[in-house]
């Protein structure tokens, strides 16, 4: 039995359902709005590699290192990206959250603290994982402060650590969350949400 099982996940107007390869053509119009591949440090698919994009997410579902959830608006059905929890250690109950990007049209909106409060929650009240952690290029600060407002706390950096697409070499910045700071983290992102957001 895999540690994180197929589960679809529901909020303030978004969906978070097992990313599949129908989702193909809306998840390439999402990176499409804002050409989120031409940003240096991340790994968002160019459209003729969204497919390829998808199967290797599968396969990682397969092989329980990854989950990967599409993104969508119930009011349309309209795929606004993806988001994975990955790095999955089920012997430590450890899962990281990752593989990110939304719709240029949808940031700076509710939809990442929503989609990150149904994460968080399912992650420590359903899997009762003891830590959630996140990792980001060390020159991507927007993703820093993302993390960083979600209540994270910074481990460190790893230097040398992974290759960027344009074949630099770049360090990674460690996040976590632990169980026991989840129900305050909870309570101020529902706050946040209650004044900026549709209601649940």
């Known amino acids: 039995m895999a540690f994180v099982e197929s589960v679809t996940l529901r909020s303030r107007g978004l969906r978070l359902e097992p990313l599949a390869l129908a989702h193909a053509a809306g998840l390439a119009a999402a990176a499409a709005d804002g050409e989120l591949w031409t940003i240096r440090v991340t790994s968002v698919p160019e459209p003729q590699d969204t497919r390829a994009y998808i199967e290797t997410a599968l396969a990682a579902r397969e092989a329980g290192t990854r989950f990967a959830f599409a993104v969508i608006d119930e009011r349309d059905d309209h795929v606004l990206g993806t988001t994975s929890f990955h790095d999955i250690l089920p012997a430590v109950k450890r899962v990281e959250i990752g593989y990110t990007f939304y719709a240029r049209s949808v940031q700076r909106t509710h939809v990442n603290t929503t989609c990150k409060l149904m ?25 820093q402060r993302a993390i960083e407002r979600l209540g994270a706390r910074k481990d460190g950096v790893i230097r040398g650590h992974a290759l960027r697409r344009d074949g630099t070499v770049r360090d990674t910045v460690m996040y976590s969350l632990r169980a026991g700071e989840w129900p305050e983290t909870r309570a101020q992102l529902l706050h946040l949400l209650q004044l900026h957001a549709p209601a649940a």
Not at 119 to 143: I, Y
């Open 119 to 143: 994460m968080m929650g399912h992650a420590f009240d359903t899997l009762g994982c003891a830590v959630v952690g996140w990792r980001t290029d060390n020159f991507n600060f927007a993703s």
